[in-house]
């Protein structure tokens, strides 16, 4: 698979805003609005609403989706428990979010890490679980103002990917214990649906959204060379793990605009964006996919990986 195949990925991070009759309106401009536009359905789209908005929303995208089954729009939630169902007051496991049509989820994002002291080590928990509940994941990575001046952005995101090889030796580690209990069984067992994960499979689960902390919600996105600087070094860092990181989409995030996002869209190992602020209106988060498909019209010049759409 070459870096072309990479389709182009909008999500929008709505965080804790919003009363539910506004996520029903912003969840059908964007979803009308996407299918209103071929043009836009040459893309990836994301949305994650709060917790307590998620069946409403799931509901809006499954009634427009009985019109447009092809229609490219998944539903995510910000956050989910490192634990299985249980005693664990307030939490939301992976397998309610899949009964919630959710598909995908936010995991590490620094807000988490920053307000509720995630740690690395709990964040891994998390990667496995939703791993297990085959959502797919968008793992958030990104340096301080602090760690940039101090020249460890890149120490820093290594850190941050560290635990990916674990999570290869999870899934590595549970083919085997289901090829053994499957073996142990009189008969002719069913495939376990953990027989079907290959590294390939994983991959194409995972994305990286590299968000610069300093970046978030203040209005002062990362310049589009620093960017691809920090992507190009992701994807190294995923290659030489023994990712196939030519297929795997990484993601910018902080302070995202329709204007800062056609630049954005011109660095080659950019695959999307993930937008806070920006997708709280459905004009706006459109505009930015406006913006990447202007890019799949006009692609890079020859020689530059691009992805296509
Ligand atoms: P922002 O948020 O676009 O408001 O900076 C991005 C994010 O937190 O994912």
């Not at 806070?276 to 010049?301: D, S, Y």
Request: one cysteine or more; hydrophobic letters at 45%; a negative charge.
């Amino acid at each position: 698979m070459t870096a072309h195949t990479r389709r182009c990925l909008i999500a929008g991070n709505w965080k804790m805003n919003g009363r539910l009759s506004e996520a029903a309106a912003l969840s059908t401009s964007i979803i009308e609005g996407i299918d209103s536009r071929e043009d836009l359905q040459a893309l990836d789209w994301l949305i994650c609403p709060p917790f307590v908005h998620l069946q409403m929303v799931a509901a809006v995208l499954s009634g427009r989706q009985a019109r447009s089954p092809d229609l490219a729009i998944k539903l995510g939630a910000q956050d989910l428990s490192a634990s299985e169902d249980g005693a664990f007051t307030g939490e939301v496991s992976a397998e309610m979010l899949r009964d919630c049509a959710c598909t995908a989820v936010l995991v590490g994002h620094s807000e988490r890490r920053q307000h509720f002291a995630e740690s690395e080590a709990l964040i891994a928990r998390k990667l496995k679980r939703a791993v297990g509940a085959d959502l797919q994941i968008i793992l958030c990575v990104g340096e301080s103002e602090q760690a940039r001046l101090e020249g460890r952005t890149e120490a820093v995101i290594a850190d941050q990917l560290a635990r990916l090889p674990a999570l290869k030796q999870v899934i590595i580690d549970d083919m085997q214990k289901h090829r053994e209990a499957a073996k142990s069984q009189a008969g002719q067992p069913e495939p376990l649906p953990h027989e079907a994960f290959s590294m390939d499979r994983l991959a194409s689960q995972l994305v990286i959204a590299y968000e610069p902390v300093w970046a978030i919600g203040t209005g002062k996105s990362a310049k589009p060379e620093e960017v691809q600087q920090v992507h190009a070094f992701i994807r190294d860092r995923l290659a030489m793990a023994g990712w196939p990181s030519a297929s795997m989409r990484i993601l910018y995030g902080g302070s995202v605009n329709a204007v800062n996002a056609q630049a954005l869209f011109t660095m080659p190992d950019v695959d999307g964006v993930l937008v806070g602020g920006a997708a709280l209106k459905a004009t706006n988060f459109l505009a930015i996919g406006e913006a990447a498909v202007r890019r799949i019209i006009a692609p890079l010049p020859k020689g530059n990986e691009a992805w296509l759409g």
